[in-house]
């Protein structure tokens, strides 16, 4: 049975940095294309951003773009979310995603429906506040 394992979340200051990890155990995540979201107190997850498996595209959301990346270490098995600039409205749960089936052949496809799919990590809780 293979399961994401994630890390990196905790409370900052807005304007401080985090950067999220996704591990891999049991399957091979540069085989897959990942995404990640996020979720607000009372509000349903939605994604940030996508990373594909065939050519590394990427895609972020606007509210990310620019203070977001995205990465992938093979060496490692894992995924990285960096988060920069951070702000309140980013507190979240955020939860990275594979698309094992794979249901998507974009990642703008995977960013931006809302369908629930793929395999969900356990979350981890980013705070910002001052």
């Known amino acids: 049975q293979w399961q994401l394992v994630q890390s990196g979340g905790d409370l900052v200051q807005p304007g401080a940095s985090l950067r999220l990890s996704c591990v891999g155990s049991g399957i091979t995540l540069e085989h897959y294309a990942v995404a990640w979201f996020r979720q607000a107190p009372g509000k349903e997850p939605k994604a940030v951003s996508c990373l594909n498996s065939s050519d590394n595209a990427t895609y972020y959301v606007d509210s990310v773009k620019g203070r977001f990346t995205i990465s992938r270490d093979a060496v490692r098995n894992t995924v990285y979310l960096q988060l920069n600039s951070l702000k309140p409205e980013d507190t979240a749960v955020y939860y990275c995603?594979?698309?094992?089936?794979?249901?998507?052949?974009?990642?703008?496809?995977?960013?931006?429906?809302?369908?629930?799919?793929?395999?969900w990590g356990q979350g981890t809780q980013v705070t910002v506040s001052s």
């Open positions: 995603v594979v698309d094992h089936l794979p249901v998507f052949t974009t990642v703008q496809d995977m960013c931006t429906t809302s369908r629930h799919f793929g395999s």
